[in-house]
């Protein structure tokens, strides 16, 4: 589970929550991790027991690549050492994430499509049978 206690900046802390909602993060750990922000860094992120600390640079990022900065230190806080291998982690869950967010999106256009294409249909037979 992540916990943004540390975070300071409200645009940060809106945009890793919402990182953590759509890519479902907390579901891939059972750890208690707090998320700090820190402008002391000189890295954009980083990952000490099971804290993850985050510079304030990192706003200015968009959500997607949040989450897999966050998904890379989660690697690394699960054992994963190597860096290529974190970040395959990383990546695999996102594109899985991504996958399945865009089979609903979709799903949900494409029934939404049927129902006016159907509303359309039932017009087109109303109006014949009024002629």
């Known amino acids: 589970m992540f916990h943004l206690k540390g975070v300071r900046s409200e645009k940060l802390g809106c945009k890793v929550e919402r990182a953590i909602q759509r890519y479902d ?3 891939l750990t059972d750890l208690e991790i707090e998320i700090i922000e820190d402008e002391n860094l000189p890295r954009l992120f980083g990952s ?7 510079k304030s640079l990192a706003q200015s990022s968009s959500v997607e690549l949040l989450a897999l900065m966050l998904l890379h230190e989660l690697a690394h806080l699960k054992g994963i050492r190597g860096q290529r291998e974190a970040m395959n982690f990383a990546y695999g869950h996102l594109k899985l994430s991504l996958l ?3 089979k609903l999106e979709a799903e949900l256009f494409l029934s939404e499509a049927f ?10 037979e109303r109006a014949m049978e009024s002629w």
């Not at 000490?48 to 985050?54: A, D, F, L, S, V």
């Open 25 to 27: 993060l907390n579901a």
């Open 48 to 54: 000490r027991g099971t804290t993850i600390y985050i």
């Open 100 to 102: 399945k967010r865009l």
């Open 115 to 124: 129902r006016v294409r159907g509303e359309i249909d039932r017009g087109a």
